[in-house]
């Protein structure tokens, strides 16, 4: 045990306390020293009566600052509560953004997707517009061989016209051929029906040119016939 010297009141006291504990002891002096200089002309003209003041007044505050303590511990629990509240709205937070996570992700893959076809349909478009390209060149390809078709059929048209019509005049020409060469054979057969009744030498005489003449026709007539014509 130890023993610490007090002043309290103006007046000395020495106080049994632990080993160790002197210090802590001496600090309660002075705080007793404090009250009961704080107290001032009111000191009692007893020195116990003034001690017990002194208490009293330390105890008053000691009941003050267990209820500021009280008041402090509520406060404090009111906020744990808070802060537990906060904490379960912070990992209900924690849930959602995981959630708003999964989510994201999900669209972001959607929009992979959406972006893939779309550079697939731009792609297609471009093959569509190399095709329609393609198309219509040979269009016009194939509408300048049919002018050009439409063109050579009018000419050949217009030369069928031309032979159509020279076959016409040589037709003309043949029948009017053979129908003078019927006449003269008609003459001749009769000329020699009649040189033969009359025993005419000079008809006999006749017969022979009027043969080569009967022949040129003929051959005239083959001519015409024969001549090649164009398609």
């Not at 054979?185 to 017969?207: F, G, I, K, T, Y």
């Amino acid at each position: 045990m130890s023993e610490v010297s007090l002043t309290v009141g103006g007046r000395e006291y020495t106080v049994a306390c632990a080993d160790g504990e002197e210090a802590h002891v001496a600090k309660l002096g002075e705080v007793i020293d404090r009250k009961l200089q704080e107290m001032g002309t009111n000191l009692a003209p007893q020195e116990s009566q003034n001690l017990l003041f002194g208490a009293l007044l330390i105890a008053d505050e000691l009941h003050e600052e267990k209820k500021s303590g009280a008041t402090a511990r509520s406060a404090l629990g009111s906020h744990e509560s808070e802060l537990a509240e906060a904490r379960r709205d912070a990992n209900d937070a924690i849930a959602q953004t995981g959630e708003l996570e999964k989510e994201l992700s999900r669209l972001q893959q959607e929009l992979n997707g959406l972006m893939s076809v779309q550079q697939q349909h731009s792609s297609d478009v471009e093959t569509l517009r190399s095709e329609l390209k393609q198309t219509g060149e040979a269009l016009e390809k194939a509408e300048a061989e049919k002018s050009a078709l439409d063109s050579e059929a009018a000419s050949l048209r217009q030369t069928r016209d031309t032979q159509a019509k020279q076959i016409k005049i040589k037709d003309e020409l043949l029948e009017s051929a053979n129908t003078h060469l019927n006449e003269k054979n008609a003459e001749l057969e009769e000329a020699r029906n009649s040189a033969s009744a009359a025993n005419d030498p000079v008809l006999p005489d006749m017969a022979p040119s009027l043969e080569r003449f009967a022949d040129l026709l003929e051959n005239c007539a083959d001519k015409l016939e024969g001549q090649p014509t164009s398609a």
